[in-house]
Every structure is written in C-alpha cells, then in structure tokens.
C-alpha cells in the first residue's frame, strides 16, 4: 500500500519534475559553458565557481519554485479534485498516508536542488575545467541552502493542507518557512554558525511536521 502511494505521488509530480530538472540542466550548462543551443545565464568565463554566480541562485530559485509547487500540488490539488475521501479511506493511519506524502515530496524537491550543485560543484572540482582557484570550502553556503529547501516545501504543503478561507492567512505557514530559511542563511552567512544555522532550520522543519500531521489527523475533510 506504502508502495503504491509513492508510485501515485512520484507519477503526479512527474511532470513539475522533469520541467524543472529540463531547466536546472540549462542553467549548469550554461554555467559550465556548454552550448546546448539554449542560454538561461550569460555568465563571463573567469568567474570563480560558486563566488558571485547568479547561475547558482538561479538553480536556487527554480528549487525553490519546484518545493512550493510540489507542496501545493500534493494538498490542493487534492482538494480540488475532491480526493481527499478517497485517500483516507485506505486502509492507513493518516499518519502514514501523509507521512508518505512529505517523505516523496521533500526527497523529490530536493534532490532537484542537490543534483545539479554536486554535478557543478564536481566540476568545478575537476582540473583543468576553468583557470580559477576552486575549494570545497566555497560550496557550504550552497549545501546549506541545499538543507534548507524543504523548509519552502513544508510552508507550501501546511499552506495548502490549512482549511483557511482567506488567501492571505491561508500562505501564512509559507511565509513564515521562508522567513525561517532566510534567517538561517542569515546566521550562517553574518555569523559562519553553519552547524547553529543547520539545527535551527533543523528545529524549524520537525515543528512543521508535527503541525502538518496534527491537522491532517483533527481537519474534517469531508
């Protein structure tokens, strides 16, 4: 039953996935300034990797448009389609039906992040693939980030599971998960507390799931 449920949720995601991952693989090879006929970054060729590349915020942010629309698309898409019923009846605690949703939708919105920083990352790494000075060290910030982006998924799936009339209110819990995210960059960034910054976003996440599964286990979805 677990099993057929990802299936469902992996086959409904299928196509923000690939659309996302088309354009994560344009911007890296942009970056990496391989000519795939499509530009997305114009990006000048002695760039330190990772230093000042508006490539790698830009993966960020179709990471972070992919999170929220998987979010979404998981808890209001369900409502729209009046699937809710059907879903809770099967023969698992609610607990499990959505504790199988958040674990297919965070992997999913994230390894589309991760992917494409440890492929760039790796080339960068690589000698001889650009005349620049490369660390692993310079990476953190993007690995941080990397760790954070669930934060964004979790805010759009309690924002869309919440039975709020108003739109305003309804995106608060997205709101507030970007505002955390933000501020835990923030501490790493200011401060180097890179580990403070990881349990923060760490402490920020587990709450969201516990109120996630409080309001799918009390929310009448009839």
């Not at 994560?24 to 300034?33: A, F, R, T």
């Not at 934060?151 to 997205?174: K, T």
Request: proline share 4%; hydrophobic share 60%; aromatic share 12%.
């Amino acid at each position: 039953m677990m099993r057929a449920l990802a299936r469902k949720e992996l086959r409904e995601l299928l196509p923000l996935l690939a659309l996302a991952a088309i354009v994560q693989v344009i911007i890296v090879c942009s970056s990496m300034h391989v000519n795939l006929g499509i530009r997305l970054v114009t990006q000048s060729a002695d760039l330190i990797p990772f230093v000042g590349q508006d490539a790698i915020w830009q993966v960020f942010l179709v990471g972070g448009l992919l999170a929220g629309s998987v979010g979404l698309r998981q808890t209001m898409w369900e409502s729209n389609r009046h699937t809710w019923q059907f879903l809770l009846h099967r023969p698992l605690p609610r607990e499990a039906l959505f504790g199988a949703k958040l674990a297919v939708g965070a992997a999913a919105s994230t390894l589309v992040v991760v992917v494409p920083i440890l492929w760039y990352a790796l080339w960068a790494a690589s000698p001889g693939a650009h005349a620049s000075p490369f660390f692993w060290s310079m990476t953190i910030w993007a690995w941080l980030l990397c760790a954070l982006m669930p934060l964004v998924y979790l805010g759009a799936f309690l924002s869309g599971l919440r039975s709020a009339r108003w739109y305003g209110s309804r995106f608060l819990p997205l709101a507030a998960a970007l505002l955390a995210m933000f501020l835990c960059y923030g501490l790493s960034a200011a401060l180097s507390w890179h580990v403070a910054a990881l349990v923060a976003g760490g402490v920020v996440a587990a709450g969201y799931v516990a109120v996630i599964l409080f309001v799918a286990r009390t929310r009448d979805f009839s």
